[in-house]
Nanobody, 124 residues
C-alpha cells in the first residue's frame, strides 16, 4: 500500500494544521491500524499518534497529548492529524504509516507501509 501525506506547511507558534493521509491508487486502508510519526533533522523517527481500524482506540506521545488529535474516515479511506497549539519543537517531517494488522503500536517496526512525508515548520 502506498500512502500519501499532505497538509503540511509553515505556521507560527500557537497555530494549527491538519494533516491528511490517503492510500494511493485504489488500495484501502480502512481496515488497517494507522499512525503518524515525525522526524526532525538529526533525530530519530518518533511516534506521534496511532488509531486502530475502527477509530475506537487512539494513543498519543506525551509531547502532543491534549494538542493533537488523530481520526479517520473509513468511508473516504483517509486518516487525519489535527494539530493545535503548535510549538517550534513540533517542526519535523510528518509521515503516516499503515500496519498490516487492525491495531497499532508505537514502534516504527510495526508498520509495513509508509508515506513520503509532509513538512511542518513552526516558527516562534
Amino acid at each position: 500500500v502506498q500512502l500519501q501525506a499532505s497538509g503540511g506547511g509553515s505556521v507560527q507558534a500557537g497555530g494549527s494544521l491538519r494533516l491528511s493521509c490517503a492510500a494511493a491508487s485504489r488500495r484501502t486502508i480502512s481496515n488497517n491500524g494507522m499512525a503518524w510519526f515525525r522526524q526532525a533533522p538529526g533525530k530519530e523517527r518518533e511516534f506521534v499518534a496511532g488509531i486502530n481500524w475502527n477509530g475506537g482506540t487512539t494513543n498519543y506521545a506525551d509531547s502532543v497529548k491534549g494538542r493533537f488529535t488523530i481520526s479517520r474516515d473509513r468511508t473516504k479511506n483517509l486518516v487525519y492529524l489535527q494539530m493545535n497549539s503548535l510549538r517550534p519543537e513540533d517542526t519535523a517531517v510528518y509521515l503516516c504509516a499503515a500496519s498490516r494488522s487492525a491495531s497499532f503500536g508505537s514502534d516504527r517496526w510495526a508498520y509495513n507501509y509508509w508515506g513520503q512525508g509532509t513538512q511542518v515548520t513552526v516558527s516562534s
